[in-house]
């Protein structure tokens, strides 16, 4: 007798060793992606294990600056960590948890790692919040022209008056003034809400009298316009 040939093994499947199962992975959720520079030791990759994404996020908005140099030190290894992620999906009106993590690095004064969450692990969409802070983080390290990159882009993308002022300001940080002074002319006949603020930071960067007030809360963007007319804050 002749024994039959062996049947072909099945190249669809993949072999496994005896007793060891295997299992297709779905899509990377990229909200917790390893931003640590390189040779810092990082927490443990399942910390996040059997925490519930709603309650991780409401945490993540409690983290802000400290007095203790140990607690922040902690808190932006947690942050920059690499993770699985909890499952689960972000509200469609909120805030990613990617997004959630840079903001919480920002607060604590970690721009580098707030910048390479954005960078390294964006999510392949576009999303405005995230793109505005990525622009605020840019004049915050003095890269004006990066920032000014982003807010061209972000121009095809987005249609309110954030972008507006903020294209205006990036006409004046390149010396553009006529441009500028026409964009806010046109900005105001189109009834936009009065931001005496903006106004003041505009006519010093034209180089027009303006007198700050003290009290005032400038971001990054708006202190970097002031100091265009070389005042002092």
């Given amino acids: 007798l002749v024994a039959p040939p062996a049947a072909a093994p099945d190249r669809d499947v993949p072999s496994s060793p005896a007793g060891i199962g295997a299992t297709a992975l779905g899509s990377l959720d990229p909200s917790w992606g390893d931003a640590l520079p390189k040779g810092e030791p990082a927490l443990p990759s399942d910390m996040w294990q059997g925490t519930p994404r709603g309650t991780l996020r409401s945490l993540l908005a409690l983290l802000g600056p400290t007095a203790s140099p140990a607690l922040r030190a902690l808190t932006r290894r947690l942050l920059l960590s690499g993770a699985a992620a909890p499952s689960g999906a972000d509200p469609a009106d909120a805030p990613s948890l990617l997004l959630l993590r840079a903001q919480a690095l920002t607060r604590i004064g970690d721009l580098a790692g707030a910048r390479a969450v954005l960078d390294n692990f964006r999510a392949g969409k576009h999303d405005e919040a995230g793109d505005r ?83 005032a809360t400038l971001t990054p963007s708006r202190v970097t316009l002031w100091a265009a007319g070389k005042r002092p804050l």
């Fill in 133 to 215: 802070l990525r622009i605020e983080l840019a004049f915050a390290g003095n890269d004006t022209a990066g920032a000014c990159e982003h807010v061209a882009a972000g121009l095809a993308l987005y249609r309110n008056v954030w972008w507006d002022q903020a294209n205006i300001s990036c006409q004046l940080l390149s010396g553009d003034r006529d441009k500028a002074a026409l964009a806010l002319d046109v900005l105001h006949d189109r009834d936009a809400p009065p931001d005496p603020l903006f106004d003041v930071l505009v006519a010093a960067a034209s180089g027009q009298g303006a007198k700050l007030d003290k009290r």
